[in-house]
């Protein structure tokens, strides 16, 4: 499962440690499934079912709340009383995070029926846990547009590349005070991809051109115009481009037009840019699969470089907002 290290201007984990997170994320996400699929081989899942029943749930409710304020005093604790502030608070939270159900969920909407079915469960599962990542820290959150949990192309870009996959989804960067929102950059081990849609109706064909716009052609409908995509492509492969550059990141930039249920026609695509329609996606898709190289040092580095320029628009959480407030008064009221 990728990771989502941006989501719009949402702020992120991987935004306070690049070199980290990828790394906890695929540990931890290893751990509890292998706990799950134990517990799946064991006869387990029905006691775990049971214990994660709606009943159960909102008799439990209560010590969770206790157990998660007893966890943020501790936080608070390290916060206010070593110098390594963020990393032992945020291992303190990683461990509670392990061991913690409600955080990797293990509630099944249904029995499953085989391994497949479970690691599909799991799957949505760390589906929420990666909007948290994406949109929260310990200190601060981000309010998120529920529209995102549907967002079928999320999903896809999440569930299913590897975990070495890191996925900036709609970033908004600020260049020169001017905010810009691009599509779909993903940063695989070896490459950096920049990835536009071009989808409608199944079967629709889309006839390119050096214009800036295109046709869109269906059986069913009359035709009609849509924005060339090399536009959006293009203005991506720039921002990252310079980014790259600024920052001394040396990997592939690579433009992609994506159209995972249609046809593209343009015979004079740029070279420096890769036409993926119902004919060519398959085969590209199963290569990015297929790739089994670890996060490498280079791609850590590309995404630290394009998270430097990306808007982040957040507030703290109000359990610290209290606290900020308390430690405030403590300081006035000292002699």
């Not at 939270?93 to 509630?107: D, G, T, W, Y």
């Not at 536009?196 to 052609?217: C, H, K, P, Q, V």
């Amino acid at each position: 499962m990728a990771q989502l290290i941006k989501m719009q201007d949402y702020i992120s984990r991987y935004e306070q440690d690049i070199y980290r997170y990828p790394i906890q994320y695929a540990r931890l996400k290893k751990q509890q499934w292998d706990k799950l699929k134990a517990a799946y081989h064991a006869g387990e899942l029905d006691r775990l079912y049971s214990e994660q029943s709606v009943e159960d749930t909102q008799v439990k409710m209560e010590p969770v709340q206790d157990e998660s304020k007893g966890l943020m005093k501790k936080v608070k604790g390290i916060f206010h009383r070593t110098g390594k502030q963020e990393t032992e608070a945020e291992e303190l939270v990683m461990a509670n995070e392990v061991e913690n159900p409600n955080i990797f969920s293990l509630r099944f909407p249904f029995h499953p029926a085989n391994l497949d079915e479970l690691k599909q469960n799991y799957l949505n599962q760390l589906l929420r846990f990666q909007m948290k990542w994406g949109s929260s820290t310990l200190r601060e959150k981000s309010f998120v547009d529920r529209s995102f949990f549907l967002d079928e192309r999320l999903r896809f870009f999440l569930q299913r590349f590897p975990d070495t996959f890191l996925v900036l989804y709609k970033p908004i960067f600020l260049l020169k005070n001017a905010p810009v929102e691009v599509d779909v950059i993903v940063l695989t081990p070896v490459d950096a991809w920049c990835i536009t849609f071009l989808e409608a109706e199944e079967d629709a064909a889309f006839i390119g051109s050096g214009d800036r716009f295109w046709t869109r052609r269906h059986h069913r409908h009359p035709d009609k115009k849509v924005l060339n995509p090399l536009l959006s492509a293009n203005r991506m492969g720039n921002i990252v481009s310079q980014l790259f550059s600024l920052y001394e990141v040396n990997i592939p930039i690579k433009k992609a037009i994506l159209s995972r249920n249609g046809y593209v026609d343009y015979p004079e695509a740029p070279y420096d840019t890769t036409v993926l329609d119902k004919r060519t996606f398959p085969e590209w898709f199963e290569r990015m699969r297929n790739t089994s190289s670890p996060i490498k040092a280079q791609q850590l580095k590309a995404a630290q470089a394009l998270l430097e320029y990306c808007q982040t628009t957040s507030s703290m959480r109000s359990e610290w907002v209290a606290d900020e407030l308390q430690t405030k008064a403590n300081e006035h009221a000292e002699p």
